[in-house]
């Protein structure tokens, strides 16, 4: 058996008329700004009609003046119900509320901010806070025994939660396409890979296969991760040191000459003329 489609409800014929009536409640609260025309009735439900009214705010432009009236049963006064301010099909409207989380860009944190990780964040994964017999409120083993405190260290146990699968690859992906990775323009120009420098230090753990900080203070990148082929020329293998001089040595010429007068005597051309004067 089919479903029956609900009927809108019929538009009661005395809240229709009073538009007057609407006109002077969106009046009153348009004041002081006038109010358009009349662009409508609808339906809410029975004895329930909703009248439209042009807004003439420059501010709301595309918006309308919303006037609900109603009566009771068997009734023939119509009260005003609710006047409020409805966006129309063509209202500018502020754009889709973003959380705040959502909002943050790498950088727009700042000294005093705090950035609460969620707890169920896909690039973290629970660690191992509590290794064998660990004192209380440290996450390490009892002291005196400085091989399973190593072990803790290096494998980065004593942690609520460390780096999942997820975070692992997130932060590789962002770090090998960014600046530090192969594809910048400082590394096509230079005369190695990170790898090959003596001043690369290698991640641990998984990242370390791909990943290293560099160590070198004249280097751009000094004490930030870059990926095994970054590179730049600061490379601790680039043996063409420049020079000691900007300048390059000047030019003796041995070849060409120079006509000075002697001590006392005149210019060579001037001797020349006198005797061409004598002949």
Known sequence: MAARRSRPPAVDAACAEAVDLAR???????????????????????RLVTHYFDCLDPAYRGW?????????????????????????????????WVPWLERLRPG???????????????????????????????????AGDAADQQMVWELGLGRVRVLSREGRDEAATRWYEGVAGPRAPIAA??????STCGFYVQLAGELRQVFGVCANGYAP?????????????????????????????PVIDDLGYDLMPASGAAPPDTAAEEALGHS
């Open 189 to 194: 120009s230079a005369p190695a890979q990170c």
């Open 108 to 142: 727009d944190l700042g000294p005093g901010d705090l950035l609460p990780t969620a707890p169920d964040d896909v690039r973290l994964a629970p660690g191992f806070a509590q290794v064998g017999d660990a004192a209380p409120g440290s996450g390490y083993a009892q």
């Open 24 to 46: 002077e409640a969106a009046v009153q609260t348009a004041r002081p700004n006038p109010v358009g025309e009349h662009l409508g009735v609808r339906a809410e439900g029975d």
């Open 64 to 96: 309308r003046w919303a006037v609900t009236v109603t009566r009771a049963a068997r009734a023939k006064v119509v009260t005003v119900d609710e006047c409020v301010l409805l966006p129309g099909d063509d209202a500018l409207l502020a754009p889709p």
């Open 221 to 249: 990148d000094d004490g930030r991760v870059v990926s095994a082929d970054h590179g730049c020329g600061a490379h601790s293998e680039a043996v063409s040191l420049p020079a000691a001089s900007e300048h390059n040595p």
